[in-house]
């Protein structure tokens, strides 16, 4: 089957790092995306990694493990306006992506 | 400008009506999406558009009409509106079908649909 876990909340403090978490089960895999979404507005790409290892984005990075089916989101410095929701989602067999339900993250001062 | 654009913002109606919402994408890209997200937080697809042609179809009921004239244009049109309806309606595209890299999926501000 297709799969992906995420936790559904984490809080984190202004200027401090959070890891945010992601298990996925495929059948095949064409890569895993990570968008931002901000309460009531539309999701916004992040990042897309296909190969292990760690790719760096500014104060954002992605990290994927094939072989364990996981991947993680790291924020760096964080800041108020990071305070939104990390959706995880991968490729499904028809080629059209399967996301998670998606991390809310409330940054506190 | 913005990318991609759907109206109206927000939709409240009663059960049994039948309501449109339009999406317009200047990107000038082949690949159109309907998308749903539930309360749950789930994105789901439910339509797929590359050059006007459907091509992909995730069991939504009949009463979902998705409509290309061209492609930078998709519609979505709802017959007898059911309780179970409500949710935030994505509208996006995309320049190639398939997810990849390089081919971002760039979304709409979302329709929110309540059926009272």
């Known amino acids: 089957g297709q799969n992906i876990d995420q936790p559904t909340e984490m809080t984190a403090t202004e200027g401090a790092i959070v890891q945010i978490n992601c298990t996925y089960q495929t059948s095949g895999f064409n890569g895993l995306f990570w968008y931002q979404q901000h309460a009531g507005e539309a999701p916004t790409f992040l990042s897309y990694n296909v190969l292990d290892g760690l790719e760096e984005k500014g104060r954002f990075s992605s990290f994927l493990s094939r072989s364990k089916g996981y991947s993680y989101l790291l924020l760096k410095e964080l800041q108020m306006k990071d305070s939104a929701s990390y959706l995880c989602?991968?490729?499904?067999?028809?080629?059209?992506?399967?996301w998670g339900a998606g991390t809310k993250l409330i940054i506190k001062p | 400008d913005t990318a991609v654009s759907q109206t109206p913002k927000y939709l409240v109606t009663q059960m049994g009506n039948d309501k449109s919402i339009k999406c317009e994408q200047n990107l000038g890209h082949d690949t159109m999406y309907w998308y749903k997200q539930d309360s749950k937080k789930f994105l789901k697809i439910m339509f797929s558009?590359?050059?006007?042609?459907?091509?992909i179809n995730e069991t939504v009921p009949n009463r979902f009409s998705p409509k290309s004239p061209d492609k930078a244009h998709l519609n979505l049109h709802i017959n007898s509106l059911e309780l179970g309806d409500s949710a935030v309606y994505f509208c996006?595209?995309?320049?190639?079908?398939?997810?990849?890299?390089?081919?971002?999926?760039?979304f709409g501000e979302g329709s929110w649909l309540t059926v009272v």
């Open positions: 558009y590359n050059n006007k042609e459907l091509i």
């Open positions: 996006a595209s995309s320049q190639a079908d398939r997810a990849s890299y390089g081919n971002t999926i760039y």
């Open positions: 989602a991968v490729p499904g067999s028809n080629y059209q992506l399967i």
